[in-house]
């Protein structure tokens, strides 16, 4: 079992920057691929970023103003965020596992509780 925890989400005007964290717990030597989701409501969960083995992806969405992380020394992940828009607001999740696809919720066997972000205009 692994358990997630994330922090840091918080309310932004449009341009700015936050940085989400994870703390990860529990049997982190199974996990092959580490990532993020969001939700907003209404819509689907969708891939934001992954890493791992095989490399690290990012949703076309995002591309050039996130950045997925992950310490493995402390057992954390983060997701830092820049040049938000309006239309990045969502619940945030940590998710890990071993997905057959790096951006698809399927696969992911463990999930945190979700962080709030919200970017105002």
């Known amino acids: 079992q692994v358990q997630l925890v994330e922090s840091g989400g918080g309310s932004v005007q449009a341009g700015g920057s936050l940085r989400l964290s994870c703390a990860a717990s529990?049997?982190?030597?199974?996990?092959?691929?580490w990532a993020w989701f969001r939700q907003a409501p209404g819509k689907e969960r969708e891939g934001v970023a992954s890493i791992g083995t095989g490399g690290t992806y990012y949703a076309d969405s995002v591309k050039g103003r996130f950045t997925i992380s992950r310490d493995y020394a402390k057992n954390m992940l983060y997701l830092q965020m820049n040049s938000l828009k309006p239309e990045d607001t969502a619940m945030y999740y940590c998710?890990?596992?071993?997905?057959?696809?790096?951006?698809?919720?399927?696969?992911?066997?463990?999930w945190g509780q979700g962080t709030q972000v919200t970017v105002s205009s």
């Open positions: 529990g049997n982190t030597a199974s996990v092959a691929r």
């Open positions: 998710a890990a596992g071993r997905p057959l696809y790096a951006l698809r919720a399927n696969g992911y066997n463990y």
